[in-house]
């Protein structure tokens, strides 16, 4: 009796101890595993370890047009949004947010480039005028025009570069005195741009014709 009870408590001891050992073991596996893994840092797949970030795309929205002529014809008072310059309907010195192209009245207006007429309004000031939004947050606007528009020129058209907008008229009154022209203005990303950064105007040298100007004054007066 004494015997089996030996027996049995032996064979107790050496499960318990089989137990312990293999527990031991695990726990040596997981940490000899978990150090390697920290060392080798995430494991990521070979595709994305290689694969480099190439960033956002950019949308056709986003980038600017290539702009034409709204009209053909040289630019007579150029764009000066800090330098006051002189007007001759208003007889003082002030900024131009815009540039001054002169042609003859009734000349067709034409859009600068693909978009949307954004708006068709009257201003007191500036006379009949067309706005159109581009791409890249460009927006042409166009006045001075003849009070009666292009054909279904209307806010929300949309209109293809080269489509008729109106014709130049004779309706901004801060300009009336100048000789008939378009006055036409530039802003990209809700700020006012010089257009000639962006366009490429035929100009005469505007400095030139005011000091022949000058020079034939001084002669004259010198005759008299």
Known sequence: MQENENKKNTRVFYLTLAVILAVVAILIIATAVARRNASEGPNDDSSSSTQTPSGPTISETDVLPEFSLPVDGEISMDFSDSVPVFSPTMGDWRTHL????????????LAVADGTVSKVWEDPFMGM???????????????????EVGDGIVEGCTVKAGDVLGTVGETAMNEIAQEPHLHYELT?????????????????DIAEDSENNESESEQGSEKN
């Open 98 to 109: 815009g540039v001054d192209v002169v042609c003859e009245l009734g000349t067709e207006v």
């Open 129 to 147: 005028c067309v706005s159109v939004e581009h791409s890249g947050k460009a927006v042409s606007i166009y006045r001075n025009l003849a009070k």
């Open 188 to 204: 990209v990303d809700g700020k006012i741009v010089d257009p000639k950064e962006h366009i490429k105007f035929p100009t005469k």
